[in-house]
Nanobody, 111 residues
């Protein structure tokens, strides 16, 4: 059974940092690309970052230079390090892999 579980969200002041984790189980994680998406209230879900099975990252322009996506295949876990957070980063953050989605974790940035 494929399962993705996000964690690490919370409330942070603008300019602060958070690290999200996405723990995967039920499939061969090491060869699978992982995507991070977010959805703010009243807005469509949008892509934040992707990391390939080989570790190559791609970022949305809105987070480039502030967010870093990484993975630890030995732990079947992907990470999203979010720095210099802005109020517009407030959203529920989801990870996805092989068409499966986690339940999401709330990130709230106060200005």
């Amino acid at each position: 059974q494929v399962q993705l579980v996000e964690s690490g969200g919370g409330l942070v002041q603008a300019g602060g940092s958070l690290r999200l984790s996405c723990a995967a189980s039920g499939f061969i994680f090491s060869v699978s690309a992982v995507g991070w998406y977010r959805q703010a209230p009243g807005k469509q879900r949008e892509l934040v970052a992707i990391i390939t099975g080989g570790g190559s990252p791609t970022y949305a322009d809105s987070v480039k230079g502030r967010f870093v996506v990484s993975r630890d295949n030995a732990k079947n876990t992907a990470y999203l390090q979010m720095n210099s957070l802005k109020s517009e980063d407030t959203a529920v953050y989801y990870c996805t892999c092989r068409a499966n989605w986690g339940q999401g974790t709330q990130v709230t940035v106060s200005s």
